[in-house]
């Protein structure tokens, strides 16, 4: 069974910070894994897709890296702003399924 | 814009009644789609796949008979709460992909609050 972590739990950076979310999954054979951004009370907004066949995928500030042989994914983000305050996922989409399986993701909060 | 749309976003019902959750996909036809939970502070839970035409299919632990899902057309779901208790009260989330992509797209999702 699939099972999805997340280091830290929580992370506070004051406003210009660069940062790394970790992401980690005990079964390599994944389709994809995806960041997401969930803000209090909201939905979940997609950030980053990466293929299983894929390295790394970018957006403006975020850089998501997957390593799938050792189980790892990093979400990267850059010169932080306090906008992106939220809680970041990780999810994996196992070979075969189009469920996800999240971890419990890493509440960031970035200060002015 | 949305491509997957989720109603109500909010709702607050009295314990013992029932509550109705849509989803809807917008401009794609979704043969499947699946049912989340979310507890405060906890991942999001896979319930049910819902599967248009059939009876879903539930995640070990999910109570059928409470959490009722209908399919009953390619752009529409539904989970009914029944005999909702409040430890019923959760986020609940919607998610399909479409047939010819691998992303998978989330509704809004619903606050429950069961008073």
């Known amino acids: 069974k699939q099972e999805v972590t997340q280091i830290p739990a929580a992370l506070s950076v004051p406003e210009g910070e660069n940062l790394v979310l970790n992401c980690s999954f005990t079964?390599?054979?994944?389709?994809?894994l995806q960041w997401f951004r969930q803000d209090p009370g909201k939905g979940l907004t997609s950030l980053l897709l990466?293929?299983?066949?894929?390295r790394e995928q970018t957006s403006g500030r975020l850089n998501a890296s997957l390593d799938k042989s050792s189980g790892r994914s990093t979400l990267y983000i850059a010169a932080s702003q306090p906008g992106d305050s939220a809680t970041y996922l990780c999810?994996?989409?196992?070979?075969?399924?189009?469920?996800?399986?999240f971890g419990k993701g890493t509440m960031l909060l970035v200060s002015p | 814009g949305a491509v997957v749309s989720q109603h109500p976003s909010r709702v607050i019902c009295k314990s013992g009644t029932s509550v109705k959750i849509e989803c809807r996909s917008l401009?794609?036809?979704?043969?499947?789609m699946f049912w989340y939970r979310q507890f405060p502070k906890q991942s999001l839970m896979l319930m049910a796949t819902?599967?248009?035409?059939?009876?879903?299919?539930?995640e070990q632990g999910v109570e059928k008979d409470k959490f009722l899902i209908n399919h009953a057309s390619l752009t529409l779901s539904t989970l009914t709460v029944t005999s909702a208790h409040p430890e019923d009260s959760s986020f609940y989330i919607c998610?399909?992909?479409?047939?010819?992509?691998?992303?998978?797209?989330f509704g809004e999702g619903s606050w429950l609050t069961v008073v």
């Open positions: 998610s399909a992909g479409k047939p010819s992509g691998n992303t998978i797209y």
């Open positions: 079964d390599s054979a994944i389709y994809n």
């Open positions: 990466i293929q299983s066949s894929q």
């Open positions: 999810a994996v989409m196992n070979s075969g399924y189009s469920t996800l399986t």
């Open positions: 401009d794609f036809q979704a043969t499947t």
């Open positions: 819902s599967n248009e035409g059939s009876k879903a299919t539930y």
